[in-house]
Each structure stands twice: as C-alpha cells, then as structure tokens.
C-alpha cells in the first residue's frame, strides 16, 4: 500500500484533518477573546471578531508549520507568516460576512453564528494556505 507521502488523496485528507485540529484550537482561542472582548470590555461584535479572528490566526500559523504542513513554497518564515496572514484576510472578510448575515439576518445567538462562519472561513482558508503557501513543488 502506498503511504501517505505517495498518496495525494490520502495526504490531503490527512492534511484536511489536521488543519481540522488545528483549527478547532485556533478557534477556541478565536472564541474566548471574541466572548471577552464582548460581554468583559463591552466592544461591538464586528470589531471584537476582527481581533479575535487575528489571535486565532496566529495560533493556526504556529500549529499549521508546526503539525500540517511539510512543504513551504516561502523558506522565509516571518514572510511566510505574513502571507499566512494577508491569505487569513479573505478568511477575515468570509468570517465577518457570515457573522453579520447570521446574526443580522438570520437572528442567530453570536456563538452559533460564529460556529457557522468558522465553518467558511476554514474552507477558506485550508484551499487559500495549502494552495498558495504550502503545497509541494511538482517535483516532489
């Protein structure tokens, strides 16, 4: 049987998985600062998930180089990090159309809201960063 690094079906569903992970933890972090900022220091919802989408999309770089992602197309990692991060803005602009819909629109409480857009944003993001930033040259 082939293994995964011979496998392209295979690594990416271990990589979707991972990232999976990763992301479950980049969003507890997302949400903890989000619930703060809103209910402690009393800030709007939208400026509040601004800032906390970014602490969130800090640990998801971390734990992405760290656990996810063997290949860099970018060797410079503080460059790379601000790619991670400038590709994280269409995921930020995903996140914050799908809380103002679901929230506004729909009535959602903030938390399923949130749970909702972080469901887009990571589809997103995982195409965004694995495309642009992480995946293997094709002679690998």
């Excluded at 479950?24 to 997302?30: E, I, Q, T, Y």
């Excluded at 959602?108 to 040259?137: D, E, G, W, Y």
């Amino acid at each position: 049987m082939d293994s995964p690094a011979h496998n392209p079906l295979q690594k990416l569903l271990i990589q979707v998985c991972g990232y999976g992970l990763v992301s479950a933890v980049a969003l507890a972090v997302d949400i903890t600062v989000l619930q703060g900022l809103v209910k402690v220091a009393g800030w709007h919802y939208l400026l509040a998930s601004g800032c906390a989408f970014c602490a969130g999309a800090c640990v998801a770089y971390l734990l992405s180089v760290r656990f996810v992602f063997e290949s860099h197309k970018i060797r410079n990692r503080p460059l790379e990090f601000g790619y991670f991060v400038g590709l994280g803005l269409a995921g930020l602009l995903v996140n914050a159309g799908a809380l103002f819909v679901a929230v506004s629109a729909a009535g959602l409480s903030l938390i399923t809201a949130k749970l909702f857009a972080a469901v887009c944003t990571f589809a997103t993001n995982f195409t965004l960063r694995r495309q642009l930033l992480f995946a293997p040259s094709r002679s690998s």
